[in-house]
């Protein structure tokens, strides 16, 4: 059966939860379910109905960080569409790099957007008032063990690549026009969500150029996967809190609880939500 078209839209106007006023099911906040690294496969075929279901009964929207399929092929990305058809929320998602294995990311955005998923690379959307700013992000490293761009062209490629994701998540976030934003990704910012990996793979993990947007433009959370094995929280810099919400590590760090992240921002007024136009793309003051 196909799966049922959700309300999806750019930055305006924004979405509502199908069969939902405009209060929410959460009255006076927002609520998102959260969960990165599905892993999807033809074998999953019928079994995250219920996983979305229990996802999405309480929450606004779903929020879905990357790795979406096992191996980014068109049959995986149908059956998660499928199996998408129990949700009756928006769906926001960003690719991750498994869903670029097959060399067919377009073709999986595409089957995903057929289904209603808001798949984002670099663009704004809202969800009741609350920006949210998404790509997948690249590796790179944290810190001062960032790749620098300088030796082969090979070298200055891969950190160009880092840097132009930085870019489109700062584009996405100079659009935005709501005081309550969340960012997703599929890499991480920082180096705080993916301790508990092997140190030696830190680099491959996420990469501190996608921090750099978050220190310019006020952002109320951070949701990224990739790092199975990582942390479930930590901070930028400038103290915005990152969730790791990679579902193996909500599976095996909350064994008692569902694996994805509720997360709850205040309903921002309709005056609040239209905002003040920030001039010429600056951050606006917060
Ligand atoms: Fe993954
Ligand atoms: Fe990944």
New binding site residues.
């Given amino acids: 059966m196909p799966a049922a078209k959700r309300p999806a839209s750019p930055v305006a106007p924004p979405l509502s939860a199908k069969g939902s006023a405009s209060a929410g099911k959460s009255g006076r906040s927002v609520r998102f379910a959260v969960v ?2 599905l ?1 999807v496969t033809r074998d999953c075929a019928g079994m995250l109905r219920g996983f979305f279901a229990q996802a999405t009964e309480s929450a606004d929207a779903l929020l879905l960080c ?2 979406l399929t096992d191996y980014g092929t068109a049959e995986e990305a149908k059956v998660l569409a499928d199996e998408l058809g129990a949700v009756s929320v928006p769906v926001v998602a960003v690719l ?3 869903d670029f294995e097959s060399g067919m990311p377009q073709t999986v955005s595409e089957i995903l957007a057929g289904a209603g998923v808001r798949v984002l690379d670099g663009e704004p959307c809202e969800i009741q008032g609350v920006g949210i700013a998404g790509t997948k992000g690249f590796p790179g490293g944290f810190g001062r063990g960032s790749l620098g761009a300088w030796g082969e062209p090979a070298i200055k490629a891969f950190v160009q690549e880092a840097l132009n994701e930085a870019m489109k998540l700062e584009s996405a976030l100079a659009k935005l026009r709501m005081r309550r934003r969340i960012v997703l990704l ?1 890499y991480s910012p920082i180096a705080g969500t993916v301790e508990g990996e092997p140190v030696d793979i830190f680099p491959f993990l996420g990469s501190s150029r996608l921090e750099e947007p978050l220190l310019r433009y006020p952002v109320d959370a951070v949701f990224h ?2 790092a ?1 094995r990582g942390a479930l929280e930590g901070r930028t810099i400038n103290g915005v809190p990152v969730f790791n919400v ?1 579902k ?1 590590l909500l599976q095996r760090s909350r064994p008692d609880q569902p694996p994805f992240r509720l997360f709850e921002l205040p309903r921002e007024s309709l005056q609040e939500e239209a905002g003040t136009p920030e001039s010429d793309g600056y951050p606006p003051a917060r």
């Fill in positions: 990165g690294d892993h990357g790795d991750g790099n498994h599929h996967g990739h199975h990679a193996p």
